[in-house]
Each structure stands twice: as structure tokens, then as C-alpha cells.
């Protein structure tokens, strides 16, 4: 499984952008992750999202301007991210899950793409 992720950028705080997440190769996951890591931070879970059914999940700190959506013919995941804050600026990167245990646990997915960073400025 391949994941190609693009759409990153710089943006000013209160702007927009919307990151993409091909995946290519097989894949039985139930589930496609975001996340994100800020320079000397750990790794924490932004999105998923359910292939199936479409179920969402949100960190409470992007819950309200953050949308993750999918296109199942594509095989793409996709993370809309409204009102952006300085605070956002991270390399963010999408991710297959393992399939059991917590979907917020960057140990439970197995694949990763190559991040694309996403930088807000003040």
C-alpha cells in the first residue's frame, strides 16, 4: 500500500486548505487516519474517517473547522481545514488503519504517507 499525500502549503491564519490522500495497492483497513506532528511534538491524531458508512472522528481541537471526507471510487481521503491557526502548522500526514485497537493511536495504523506540511502564518 502506497499513500501520496499533497495539498499542504502556506496559508494565513483564518484561511483555508484542503489536503488529499491517494492510496494505491491493496488494503482491507476499515479506516484512514489523519495526523499531524509540530516541530518537537509527538505525533496526534486529527480525523478518520470509516470507508465504510463514511462514520467521522475528530480531535477536540480541529472538531467544527476541520472536515475529513472520502471518495471511495478514488480511493482518496480528503481533510478540509477552515480557520486556520499558527497553531495548526505541522507536517501532516494520512495513514492506514490496523484495523482493531484505538483509531487515535498512531501505533494502530500500519501505513503512512509522506507527510505534507502545512504552514499558518499570524
Known amino acids: 500500500v502506497q499513500l501520496q499525500a499533497s495539498g499542504g502549503g502556506l496559508v494565513q491564519a483564518g484561511g483555508s486548505l484542503r489536503l488529499s490522500c491517494a492510496a494505491s495497492?491493496?488494503?482491507?483497513?476499515?479506516?484512514m487516519g489523519w495526523f499531524r506532528q509540530a516541530p518537537g511534538k509527538e505525533r496526534e491524531f486529527v480525523a478518520a474517517i470509516r470507508w465504510i458508512g463514511g462514520s467521522t472522528y475528530y480531535a477536540d481541537s480541529v472538531k467544527g473547522r476541520f472536515t475529513i471526507s472520502r471518495n471511495n471510487a478514488k480511493n482518496t481521503v480528503y481533510l478540509q481545514m477552515n480557520s486556520l491557526r499558527p497553531e495548526d502548522t505541522a507536517v501532516y500526514y494520512c495513514a492506514v488503519f490496523r484495523g482493531s485497537g484505538d483509531y487515535d493511536r498512531p501505533s494502530e495504523y500500519d501505513y503512512w504517507g509522506q507527510g505534507t506540511l502545512v504552514t499558518v502564518s499570524s
Open positions: 495497492g491493496r488494503t482491507f483497513s476499515p479506516l
